[in-house]
């Protein structure tokens, strides 16, 4: 009798881990299918477009969370982003932002802060998106192997509704000049209009 109970706890344990390999296996393969393959040698390109089928339109007007990075180190200095890399992040949480800003330069100077902000910042980060039309990125990912990480931009967005844009190119900076601008300065506290 006690044979029988080891066998059952036993084969009831590897059941359980199997489930949660299972589960394991089938978050990374859907978190890799998210992020750009960088495999190959150095110049090898990787593309891979969700393109047709990513929406290029969305209907939910509401942002809960927000991931942006792009590089401005291909612009003239005079553009007034100086040649940098920005990362800007914020999500909802409760009747509230939270968020934070970084930037770094060529050299690794480094400018972080975090920030909280009440709803008014998504409304404006939302009429930033729709004003340049981010959704029409939407499914786009290309990758130039062997880059360093600063070139390009990075775009993932999620709505209320569920639904999703999510853009990235390691190489060229997607995103127009006055729409970065409008970010930095929608981030940076006291940053001026350019």
């Not at 960088?38 to 990513?54: C, F, I």
């Not at 969370?65 to 005079?78: D, I, K, R």
């Not at 990362?87 to 975090?114: I, K, M, P, W």
């Amino acid at each position: 009798m006690k044979r029988k109970g080891f066998v059952k706890w036993l084969l009831c344990g590897v059941g359980i881990a199997c489930a949660a390999a299972g589960i394991l296996t089938g978050w990374k393969l859907y978190r890799n299918s998210r992020i750009p393959e960088e495999t190959g040698e150095d110049g090898g390109v990787s593309y891979r477009s969700e393109g047709t089928d990513a929406p290029k339109k969305i209907g939910s007007a509401e942002i809960t969370a927000f991931s942006c990075v792009f590089s401005t180190f291909a612009f003239e200095e005079s553009e007034g982003l100086g040649n940098r890399v920005y990362e800007l992040n914020a999500s909802v949480h409760g009747d509230g932002v939270q968020g934070s800003f970084c930037s770094r330069s060529r050299d690794g100077e480094e400018e972080t802060y975090t920030f909280v902000s009440d709803s008014s910042f998504m409304t404006r980060l939302q009429e930033i998106a729709a004003e340049y039309d981010f959704a029409a990125h939407n499914g786009f990912w290309h990758t130039v192997n062997g880059l360093p990480d600063m070139y390009g931009a990075g775009l993932d967005i999620q709505y209320a509704s569920g639904e999703t844009v999510s853009a990235y190119d390691n190489q060229d900076c997607f995103l127009p000049p006055d729409a970065m601008r409008e970010l930095v300065v929608l981030f940076s506290p006291g940053a001026e209009e350019f």
